[in-house]
């Protein structure tokens, strides 16, 4: 069966704890009651997406365990497609989760199943894709086997360098939209954010999320600067996966880059203003696109 938007992605099992602050290296802090939530960095990407109308699926591994149940459940109720979603003899990956009363998280992720996903999983995935749209937390073979698949197949390739790792310059030069935040983009041009370098790095265009300050949209005609609504963040957790799904989804319904971008800093911004990943994301009725 083809979709219009294929993520290729982590899930994970969340388990968030509210604490007042992070200990510091052999300290114990007393937190909060845990909550434990779907998340994981595709399988956000793909709810997103999916709550906004689009026609999904996700490529992910998960485990035969309950959490891995919990994920499935989360993916299908928000109407994704999870014929690719390959159940393994690992363990589903894990997100320990600290939310400070900021609204800031930290993260450590446990990969388990994550990393069972395969450069071979691609194969025959992207026939009829119109938006192929990866991000990190999986194998790095993987998640350049799948840009590269998609630019064979004619689909369009977005990246979202999260967690930020190297990649080869092939798969930078294959990218139609590369997804970074602020460190990720000083972290990849290793001076501070010069968006417009980014492009030198091989993508066709690249978005920067700045958080509650919006995004930027860079292209070869310029940069474009999206501005955010102000909201009360109570948990950012997820926030950038909302982003990029909505991006996703409204690239997939023909919207140029700069419409889509501005949908995509409405909806992290609602996210932000409910706790959890998954559970945060808005249903296209709370997000209509703007003319
Ligand atoms: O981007 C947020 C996500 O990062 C969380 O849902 C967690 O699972 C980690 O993957």
Redo the contacts with the bound molecule.
Sequence with gaps: MTHDVLVVG?A???LVVPAERRPGPGETVLGGDTTIS????G??TAVAAARLGADVALLGAIGQDPYGAVLTESLRSAGVHTDLVKAVARPT???Y?TVTPDGE?S?L?SPGANHALEPADLDGALAGVKIMVASM?IPLPTVERAVAAAAEAGARPLLNL?PAAEVSPATLAALDVLLVNEHEAAWLLGTGVEPEKLLGLGPRSAVVTLGARGALVVTRQGTTEVASPKVEAVDS?????AFTGALAASLAAGASLEAAARRAVRVAAISVTRRG??PSYPSAAEVPEQA
């Design positions: 982590s994970n099992a969340d779907p998340g994981g960095k399988a956000n990956g894990i997100a989760i998280n993260i992720v937390e999260s957790t997820g926030a950038g996966d990943a998954q």
